[in-house]
């Protein structure tokens, strides 16, 4: 596996379902991002994680859980979703004190029913 | 509220043609800029980074930065059709513990055979 990587690539949930998201980068980074995107809305940051440390929580609600386990893996755990929640939701990694240039994984679309 | 502004678009050139896409940020804080090219159903793909005052070439595209203008712009040169896309630009913007990313909601662009 090389860049990063993201699974499931399409989850269908129901709003009492938990379910989890997950990342993995293979570049070296140390510090990684979840984002959101809702059609025609730029992307919308929901956490940074630098060096498994959370360092930014842009006011997402606590239906949004993030875990960073380890520099390579971040995960978003998700319970009690509403609808409006459906979106792609992104994956992103950088090297910290360099020119931060962000790579991303695939995505996850959620659609929340 | 940093931002980072651009029209959203359709922009449409013909097949050969150079295409112009612009962006302005509100931070001036900002030290490093980003184009990102985004295919419908896709991730985002880092296509340019640039730092410093003027332009930056990399094949058919030139990235453009005027600090004093808060102003990026990205040029592709002899455009095809595999360049429609949306493409996004950012800036980096820092707080107390690093820098993140702020997204423009895109500009779609369409190339015509």
């Known amino acids: 596996e090389t860049g990063v990587t993201q699974t499931p690539r399409h989850l269908v949930m129901g709003m009492t379902n938990k379910k989890s998201l997950k990342c993995e980068q293979h570049l070296g980074h140390n510090a990684m991002y979840w984002y959101k995107q809702s059609a025609k809305k730029p992307l919308e940051l929901m956490f940074v994680?630098?060096?498994?440390?959370?360092?930014e929580n842009n006011s997402v609600p606590s239906r949004f859980s993030p875990e960073c386990p380890n520099s390579s893996h971040l995960f978003l755990h998700l319970h009690t979703l509403q609808p409006e929640d459906s979106a792609l939701y992104l994956c992103?990694?950088?090297?910290?004190?360099?020119?931060?240039?962000?790579?991303f994984g695939p995505g996850t679309r959620l659609t929340v029913l | 509220q940093k931002e980072v502004e651009q029209n959203s678009g359709p922009l449409s050139v013909p097949e050969g043609a150079i295409a112009s896409l612009n962006c302005t940020y509100s931070?001036?804080?900002?030290?490093?800029f980003f184009w990102y090219r985004q295919y419908s159903g896709k991730s985002p793909e880092l296509i340019m980074s640039i730092y410093s005052n003027g332009d930056k070439e990399d094949g058919r595209f030139t990235a453009q930065l005027n600090k004093a203008s808060q102003y990026v712009s990205l040029l592709i040169r002899d455009s095809q059709p595999s360049d429609s896309a949306t493409y996004l630009c950012a800036a980096l913007s820092f707080y107390n513990q690093g820098g993140k990313l702020i997204f423009g909601q895109g500009t779609e662009l369409s190339v015509k055979p």
């Open positions: 994680y630098s060096l498994e440390e959370r360092v």
């Open positions: 992103a990694s950088s090297r910290i004190g360099g020119e931060n240039e962000q790579f």
């Open positions: 931070d001036r804080g900002s030290q490093s």
